[in-house]
């Protein structure tokens, strides 16, 4: 006998811990659908969102470096991919709902533009008068109108709870426009699992390029505090890391802040009583957070990575093309719409040619815009 959706719905009611958002209390879909017969509705929205086009577009968009400067650097889908890992595992121990906190976190970044953060820039500085970017309401435009999957309604038709995970998603680079979706009221503490596991992963895996590549330099990194700390418990020199070396001590840094933010988690939920998924909403702050120790070692070890490598001139100068690059597609666009495909020119007629375009943009991958500049500005290449 499989197990049915009513019996999966029934194991989380019995196992999940009553601060967790449950399947069966969804606040549901947009678009009335009949339920699944052995899927619960977080499960489905996990499933639609990973045969989503733009979930397999992270492959090709930049985290930090660009695809082509090398195959074994984190790109958007498997830093997506870790952040998903780290955040079922927190989920697990918390006893809150894995599935929904999986879908969160597959989906949090599928509105992310090509060149990561600089092609973000660049989209937002055109679009300023036009509504701005910000790639959390791009995430969320593209499960709810983009993707065009069903023939009874645009996007995915997704539950409540997950598409006001995406909204609500919040870290030291991302601020979340959650007007639509109680923007007074905490996000659930699943969703603010995926922003702190977000965290860990992007800490912990631009460590790891950073020193592949080069730009950060180990005796640098020694000076670090939360570093050198998961260096001492790896027994591992700081000052001069080999390669199995950095795999050892990232997994310590992972698994040290994966259980400093169960501690300070769990004693929260325990020290204010939290008996509902309502509760955790209605408190002041996020409930799932590190320790104020741990937060202030974090802040140092940001500031390292944005000095030495977010803003190392190597990276600095794919930037500053990459915005270029950007800019001067949507120019061209704009100038001449007929260069456009066709179902692009199409939304003009429903849309402002600014955000029809926008959205073309932010949905290329890295080479596809590469390609794309070259066939417009290179008298060369064909087109």
């Not at 080069?214 to 700081?238: K, M, N, Q």
């Not at 988690?265 to 008996?275: D, H, K, N, Q, V």
């Not at 001449?336 to 073309?360: E, G, K, M, N, Q």
Request: proline share 4%; hydrophobic share 35%.
């Amino acid at each position: 006998m499989f197990a049915t959706r009513e019996r999966l719905e029934e194991n989380e009611a019995q196992f999940l811990a009553p601060y967790a958002s449950t399947s069966r209390h969804s606040r549901g879909r947009q678009h009335p659908e009949p339920e699944h017969p052995y899927r619960t509705a977080f499960q489905r929205d996990r499933d639609r969102i990973v045969h989503t086009t733009s979930f397999r577009r992270l492959e090709y968009k930049t985290q930090v470096f660009v695809n082509y400067e090398g195959d074994h650097y984190r790109t958007r889908l498997t830093h997506t991919l870790e952040t998903a890992q780290i955040a079922r595992t927190v989920a697990r121990t918390l006893r809150l709902n894995e599935d929904l906190t999986e879908a969160i976190a597959l989906a949090h970044d599928l509105g992310h533009t090509p060149f990561g953060h600089a092609g973000e820039a660049a989209l937002h500085d055109i679009m300023r008068e036009h509504g701005g970017f910000d790639h959390n309401a791009q995430s969320l435009r593209q499960v709810e109108q983009l993707e065009r999957r069903y023939p009874a309604f645009p996007g995915l038709n997704l539950t409540w709870e997950v598409r006001e995970g995406i909204v609500k998603h919040t870290t030291e680079y991302d601020a979340a426009d959650a007007r639509d979706y109680e923007p007074g009221r905490r996000a659930s503490l699943e969703a603010q699992i995926v922003n702190v596991a977000d965290e860990i992963a992007y800490n912990a895996h631009d460590i790891d390029d950073g020193l592949r590549a080069g730009l950060i330099l180990p005796h640098e990194l020694a000076t670090v505090r939360v570093w050198s700390a998961a260096c001492a418990r790896a027994g591992v020199d700081p000052a001069s890391l080999g390669e199995m070396d950095r795999r050892v001590v990232g997994r310590e840094l992972i698994n040290a802040q994966v259980t400093d933010l169960l501690d300070t988690a769990s004693a929260a939920l325990t020290a204010y009583g939290i008996g509902s998924p309502e509760q955790a909403r209605a408190h002041p702050s996020n409930l799932v957070a590190f320790s104020p120790e741990l937060s202030e070692l974090n802040r140092e070890l940001r500031l390292f990575l944005r000095t030495h490598l977010y803003r190392h001139y190597r990276v600095m100068r794919m930037a500053v093309k990459a915005q270029r690059l950007v800019g001067q597609l949507f120019d061209a666009y704009l100038r001449d719409p007929s260069i456009l495909p066709d179902s692009v020119r199409a939304r003009f007629d429903t849309h402002d040619p600014y955000r029809a375009i926008c959205d073309y943009i932010a949905g290329m991958t890295d080479r596809f815009a590469l390609e794309e500049h070259r066939k417009l500005f290179d008298p060369a290449e064909r087109t």
